[in-house]
């Protein structure tokens, strides 16, 4: 009997160490959500689980930041830089992750439907600096903008559209008034970066395609493609990746 315990024990500290290994070798992709969204955005959003593992990044207290920099420092602390990691994007999410690069050393920045710079921001989104409209967002406005058809528009799926609404109401009017100011304000350039690899929609309307160096292009891909197309762009991500 003393021999099957033996044996059992070994097994078991044989298989945690095992996996112990596998995990140690894998890169972490942490995930960064956008403007009015939360890390429910990437609830679809899942890679070959041998060799990565997501982590969804979270939103904290933004009070004390002034813009995208600071709020970036604070989104650091969430980043195990012990192991490869690399950091995904996603409108403003690619915003802070450039950020966040200057931070901590990611192995490789992925951004989708976002901006590398102000240069990739349109003027009209700048003009927010001296002329500061999202001042006016208050909870009012922000339940009239969640019960808008036209706020969902270029979303596909019905059950996608109810959990946009939910985490643009989850957001809240502060938080998102302060997003709104961050990107109006956001001023960003360094020649210390990590290898950026862009995916962008031809029909994205926010950051629209004539102003970003991208390096993919989605053909009907609109600002909220990463809800509409998230195995499409995995797909195009692990590809970049295995090269």
């Given at each position: 009997?003393?021999?099957?315990?033996?044996?059992?024990a070994l097994?078991?500290?044989l298989?945690v160490f095992?996996?112990?290994?596998m995990?140690a070798?894998k890169?972490n992709?942490y995930?960064?959500?956008?403007m009015g969204t939360?890390s429910r955005?990437?609830d679809d959003f899942?890679?070959n689980?041998?060799?990565?593992?997501t982590i969804p990044?979270?939103?904290?207290?933004y009070?004390?930041?002034s813009g995208l920099?600071e709020?970036a420092?604070?989104l650091?602390t969430?980043?195990?830089t012990?192991?490869p990691f690399?950091?995904l994007?996603?409108?403003?999410?690619?915003m802070?992750?450039m950020?966040m690069?200057?931070?901590?050393?990611?192995?490789?920045i992925?951004?989708?439907?976002s901006?590398?710079?102000?240069k990739?921001?349109?003027f009209k989104?700048k003009v927010g600096?001296?002329?500061?409209?999202?001042g006016?967002?208050n909870?009012k406005?922000?339940?009239?903008?969640?019960d808008k058809?036209?706020?969902?528009?270029d979303?596909?799926?019905t059950?996608?559209?109810?959990?946009y609404?939910?985490m643009?109401?989850?957001?809240?009017?502060d938080?998102l008034?302060w997003?709104?100011?961050?990107?109006c304000q956001?001023?960003?350039e360094?020649?210390?970066?990590?290898?950026i690899?862009?995916i962008h929609?031809d029909?994205?309307?926010?950051?629209?395609?004539?102003k970003v160096?991208?390096?993919?292009?989605?053909?009907?891909g609109?600002?909220?493609?990463?809800?509409n197309?998230?195995?499409?762009?995995i797909?195009?991500i692990?590809?970049?990746m295995?090269q």
């Amino acid at each position: 009997m003393n021999h099957i315990y033996l044996k059992r024990a070994l097994l078991t500290v044989l298989s945690v160490f095992t996996s112990f290994l596998m995990n140690a070798q894998k890169t972490n992709i942490y995930l960064i959500p956008g403007m009015g969204t939360d890390s429910r955005v990437f609830d679809d959003f899942t890679f070959n689980e041998d060799l990565y593992h997501t982590i969804p990044v979270q939103w904290t207290d933004y009070h004390d930041c002034s813009g995208l920099r600071e709020y970036a420092q604070k989104l650091a602390t969430q980043i195990d830089t012990t192991k490869p990691f690399i950091l995904l994007g996603v409108s403003m999410g690619g915003m802070l992750a450039m950020e966040m690069s200057q931070i901590v050393n990611p192995d490789k920045i992925i951004l989708i439907s976002s901006a590398k710079s102000q240069k990739e921001i349109p003027f009209k989104y700048k003009v927010g600096r001296v002329l500061p409209l999202y001042g006016l967002v208050n909870d009012k406005i922000l339940y009239s903008i969640a019960d808008k058809k036209s706020t969902y528009k270029d979303i596909h799926d019905t059950t996608d559209r109810v959990l946009y609404k939910k985490m643009l109401l989850n957001c809240g009017a502060d938080f998102l008034k302060w997003q709104m100011k961050s990107i109006c304000q956001w001023k960003f350039e360094s020649n210390n970066l990590p290898p950026i690899f862009h995916i962008h929609g031809d029909k994205d309307n926010i950051l629209p395609i004539r102003k970003v160096d991208y390096d993919v292009l989605i053909e009907d891909g609109t600002h909220k493609m990463v809800i509409n197309y998230p195995k499409k762009l995995i797909d195009i991500i692990q590809n970049h990746m295995n090269q």
